[in-house]
């Protein structure tokens, strides 16, 4: 079963949860092999959110059926330094810092970080932190991109209160 049929499966019970589907990865252990589920919300989400998806995905027989009996299920929330799973989710961080790591070798390096510039349908644009340059990369020759959350104003914003 690949990533879309668990898609399928998945997305549905999110959506009864009044959530969003961010993303899904399948990580195979030694012992085990762990399912996570990220989700989202237009409103605050919270850890009740994660457990009611977490509970309502225990009783979906197709997970079961082609992971087994003993797998682990994790279902948590991007985080601030969320890990993005397909171009329409970076259209709403133009302007931010990511860290991306190639699949390959890109001029001579495969992690890099700076500005997100724009994004199109394959192609995503950043402003390199290092060298101030513009860079290309194929969407799909990313294996990790991710966003770099600036902690400081985070601190500042929420100091404000008190």
Do not use: H
Not at 61 to 81: F, H, K, Q, R
Not at 106 to 122: A, N, Q, V
Not at 134 to 154: H, Q, T
């Amino acid at each position: 079963m690949n990533i879309d049929e668990y898609k399928n499966i998945i997305e549905p019970v999110v959506n009864r949860n009044n959530c969003l589907l961010w993303g899904i990865e399948i990580l195979r252990g030694k012992k085990r092999v762990t399912l996570r589920v990220y989700i989202d919300s237009k409103k605050n989400i919270d850890i009740n959110d994660c457990e009611n998806v977490s509970k309502d995905l225990t009783y979906e027989p197709l997970i079961d059926l082609n992971l087994g009996d003993d797998y682990i299920l994790e279902v948590s929330t991007p985080g601030i330094d969320r890990k993005f799973f397909n171009l329409n989710q970076l259209k709403a961080y133009i302007g931010q810092e990511l860290e991306l790591k190639t699949r390959q070798s890109f001029e001579g390096k495969r992690r890099f970080s700076g500005k997100l510039l724009s994004c199109d349908e394959l192609y995503i644009f950043i402003d390199s932190i290092k060298d101030s340059n513009e860079l290309k990369f194929k969407f799909s020759d990313i294996d990790l991109c991710k966003l770099k959350p600036n902690y400081n104003v985070f601190m500042k914003e929420s100091s404000y209160g008190k």
